[in-house]
């Protein structure tokens, strides 16, 4: 793989980000997660992948 696009790499490293949070809530500060909570955070996920892929000016 030489290159990657930047709303690409932006998109993964968002979502790596929002996961590494949440373990790290969770196993460190104790933080509780429910369907709720998981329901959430994968919404949060694909909208910040929808829209680095696909939004305004693309």
């Known amino acids: 793989m030489k290159t990657v696009n930047l709303n690409i790499a932006y998109a993964i490293w968002c979502g790596i980000g929002m996961v590494l949070t949440t373990i790290i ?25 929808i829209l680095s892929l696909h939004g305004a000016g693309h």
Request: aromatic share 12%; charged share 10%; net charge neutral.
């Open 25 to 49: 809530a969770v196993y460190i500060w104790k933080e509780p997660v429910n369907l709720a909570s998981f329901l959430g955070i994968g919404l949060i996920l694909m909208g910040t992948v």
